[in-house]
C-alpha cells in the first residue's frame, strides 16, 4: 500500500442522556452497543472487531454504517490490493484479527477529540476547570473494533475511587471507556485510529476527566476525548497525553496518586473526594 498517510476527522454531536445509571459489574466486554439516544436510527454505535469478521466477505459493511469515510477507506484499500496483485492472498483467505504496529499505519480515521463537549484541553487547569467527574479505575479488558464507524478501542473498567462525582454517579463500580488508540487488521484491512501518545490495556490504571456524562447511558459508556485520560501501566510508568506532557503543573507526578492529590489540592468543587 502507498505510505503517505490520510487523516479524516469525523466530528459527532451527540445527544447525551440527562441521568446516569446504578452501578453494572459486568467486566465482559460488549460485541455489540446499540444507541438509547431517543429517535436514533443506525448501525450499533460500537462493534467489536470481531463481531465486524465474516467468513464469506471479511466485513460485515452493514454493523459499521453505509456510505462512511471507513466505506471509502476499505473500498480505496480493496483497489490497492487488486493494482498490487493481491497482496498477502492468506490474510484473505484466512481470516484473522490481527494486531498492526503503529508505524505501519497507512491510513487512519480520526474521531474528533471533542466527543462530547466542546472544550479542548490546553492545560491540565483545563481539566480541573470543566470536568463534571474525575475518576481512577483499572482496566479490567480491552478490545479493538468500531466505534461510530472509526476504530477505536474499548475499555472495561473497574472504577477504584470517585475524586469528583455528583451523588448519581458515586454509586457506579464498572463504566465502557472508549478511547481512539487503535491499530488492527481484519483480513488483509488496516484500521488505524488516532493515538494520543498513550494506549491503555487490561491491568493498567486510567485517570478520566469526563467533561459531558454517559453517552449511551443504558450502557454505562463513556466517550471521553484522548486528551482526557491518563495512565499509569502494570509497571508503574505515568503516560499523559500528548498536549499535556509540558505542563508545569505536572512536572512532578510520577504516579497517578500524585496527579490524584493535585486533582484535591486545586479544586473547588464542593462534591470532590474519594468514593470507593
Known sequence: MKSTCRFVVLCLALLLPGMALKAQTASVLP???ESDIEGYVGPPVWVSAKAAMDKKTILKQGLLGEGTFLDELIEEQRGEIAREGGRLKSLET???????????CT??????DHLN???????????????????????????????????ASLLSVKINRWLRASDEYRD????????????????????CGHSPGLEPRAGDKIMV??????AEGKQNLLTPGGDKVFAETSSGQLLLPVQLRQDPVLSRATKLN???DLVRQNSSHGNDGDSN
Open 94 to 104: 484466512e481470516l484473522k484479527l490481527r494486531p498492526l504496529d503503529q508505524g505501519n
Open 209 to 214: 476527566f469526563d467533561f459531558a456524562g454517559l
Open 258 to 260: 500524585d496527579i490524584a
Open 117 to 151: 463537549d466542546q472544550s479542548p484541553v490546553q492545560s491540565f487547569r483545563d481539566l480541573l476547570e470543566h470536568s463534571k467527574h474525575i475518576f481512577v479505575g483499572t482496566v479490567v479488558a480491552a478490545e479493538v473494533g468500531f466505534y461510530r464507524g472509526a476504530p
Open 107 to 112: 491510513a487512519r480515521i480520526l474521531l474528533s
Open 31 to 33: 460485541e455489540l452497543i
Open 172 to 191: 457506579i463500580t464498572h463504566l465502557y471507556v472508549y478511547h481512539s488508540a487503535a491499530h488492527f487488521m481484519i483480513g488483509p484491512y488496516e484500521f
